[in-house]
């Protein structure tokens, strides 16, 4: 069910934050057009506009001639109404797996946003049939694959063109079915495109900004999660909170690496009160996927503000073409379908987020090894003496872990790298940003594992050193030990992990809500 206790993101043409993109995705926030007279008039001046230009030029691209390379092909004034049409049919050739709802929510509602800006020359019908679409969790089955990104993207959004005008098939409440049946339950008709709003909705750079936004939010999760993860493999470990001094970060004084510093000292009872550090404490030097940890994770933390800004951006950008300027009275033809923003900003989260995955995995490595764990059983075992024979503790989660981790390095390669010449060499320089954000998604969905099975392996540590030890690790970490315990239980026997792997994957989102309210 949506929320309906935070209040609705109203839509007047103005910016929207990036963090609405998620919450309207996630059915935490409804979504409205605004009832202002002035938003309302400019929205009607664009297709009034269009109505004058035809009628005075004749000439309108999109309208009376072809598409991309066959601008230069007139189409007879008799088939103007139908060429809407076969502009999202003939561009149905999506392929791979469908984007999940809240996905599909995300990239209506990143479309919705940019033809409010008003000059795009749609109609406030159109943009209302897009809201009810979000109101009533009625939306578009879009195959993944085959946009380049740039004219922007062309075939997954034509899947949305098709829907409104209630072909091909929607999620209505999370089940798959035709648009038709859909709209026919609910009494609604299927929306008549206007001359050039076909264009406009599928031209432009919806899909990967919608799913770079949803990947933004979920990396930096992450990168608290990581942090938190790290304290505890530090602590477990037996090692050296001194590592994270705050004079000695203030030596190098990048912003995220000094946050994530504070965040170890703050969770290892290193804190301001906690004392002066020791010239030479009893562990020197502890190995580089914990010593290191704030340089690894802090790059992308100082990293996530500018692709913030970037991507922000584009959410509130008109991105299609050409865009319509009624009170200027002038058509304007450009390329601002073009993603390369969002290629470059997904290009470079991915390589940041695997980090994150290779830094855990070595994290796991040092903790099953008794040879670097500092007297924890091989393998986090917690079976008793008699029965160590039989068990293997987290053995297989390791590979797991490091199999997962690969992949997702594997993954860094930069798409943007690889534009083809397409569409009868028009469009011959492509940003390929959805096949990044794609991309980087995957990257985050893999590391999301590598964080789960290290956490769980990490509870595993911090119980069995506190027993060890007969100490109890500090505050910070105690706290969300016994919340982790309410997620999965300590290993005795062995026993398979799968489904509290998977449960675990699925409350990272709130697991990270409760981490470093800074």
Not at 200 to 226: D, F, K, P, Q
Not at 492 to 518: I, N
């Amino acid at each position: 069910m949506t929320d309906t206790t935070t209040p609705p993101l109203v839509l007047d043409g103005r910016d929207v934050a990036l963090s609405a993109v998620e919450a309207v995705a996630h059915r935490r926030r409804q979504v409205r057009l605004s009832d202002d007279p002035g938003f309302r008039a400019r929205i009607a001046a664009g297709p009034a506009f269009l109505d004058r230009l035809l009628a005075e030029d004749g000439v309108i691209y999109g309208v009376t001639t072809g598409f991309g390379d066959a601008c230069t092909r007139a189409v007879p004034a008799e088939l103007h109404e139908e060429l809407p049409r076969h502009l999202y049919t003939f561009h149905g050739c999506g392929l791979g797996e469908v984007l999940d709802v809240s996905a599909a929510r995300a990239v209506v509602l990143v479309r919705l946003v940019s033809l409010c800006r008003g000059v795009s020359g749609v109609s406030l019908a159109l943009l209302e049939r897009l809201a009810w679409l979000l109101e009533h969790d009625v939306v578009p089955v879009i195959p993944a694959e085959g946009s380049v990104g740039a004219s922007g993207d062309l075939t997954p959004l034509s899947y949305l063109a098709a829907v409104l005008c209630g072909e091909r098939e929607v999620f209505d409440g999370g089940r798959r079915r035709p648009t038709a049946e859909a709209f026919a339950e609910r009494g609604l008709a299927p929306y008549r495109l206007r001359p050039k709003e076909g264009l406009a909705l599928m031209n432009g750079t919806a899909v990967m900004t919608a799913l770079a936004a949803l990947a933004w939010g979920r990396a930096e999760r992450l990168s608290r999660l990581a942090s938190r993860v790290t304290a505890m493999s530090v602590w477990a470990l037996d090692g050296n909170p001194y590592h994270f001094d705050a004079d000695l970060f203030a030596t190098k004084p990048h912003p995220g690496q000094q946050r994530v510093a504070a965040r170890l000292r703050d969770d290892l009872g290193r804190g301001a009160a906690a004392g002066a550090t020791p010239r030479n404490p009893s562990r020197l030097q502890d190995r580089y996927s914990t010593r290191c940890a704030p340089h690894v994770i802090g790059v992308l933390e100082d990293a996530l503000p500018w692709l913030h800004d970037q991507l922000e951006r584009e959410l509130n950008s008109a991105n299609d073409n050409p865009l319509i300027d009624a009170e200027a009275g002038k058509v304007l033809h450009g390329g601002h379908f073009y993603g390369g923003h969002v290629a470059f900003a997904m290009d470079a989260l991915k390589p940041l987020v695997a980090n994150l995955a290779d830094l855990l995995d070595r994290q796991l490595a040092l903790l099953v090894d008794p040879r670097y764990n500092h007297g924890l059983p091989a393998n986090l075992s917690g079976a008793a003496p008699e029965r160590l024979a039989l068990n293997h503790g987290y053995k297989a989660l390791q590979i797991g872990v490091s199999a997962w981790t690969a992949e997702a390095l594997k993954l860094t390669m930069p798409a943007s790298v690889f534009s083809r010449s397409t569409e009868c060499h028009n469009q011959d320089k492509v940003s390929m940003g959805t096949i990044a954000a794609r991309d980087a998604l995957r990257v985050i969905s893999l590391t999301e594992q590598v964080v789960a099975g290290v956490l769980h392996a990490a509870g595993q540590a911090l119980d069995l050193r506190r027993d060890q030890d007969g100490a109890p690790p500090p505050p910070a970490l105690a706290a969300w030990q016994e919340r982790l315990r309410q997620e999965v239980s300590f290993v005795v026997e062995d026993r398979a992990m799968e489904a509290e792997l998977r449960r675990l994957c699925r409350r990272l989102p709130r697991l990270a809500g409760h981490l470093y309210p800074e």
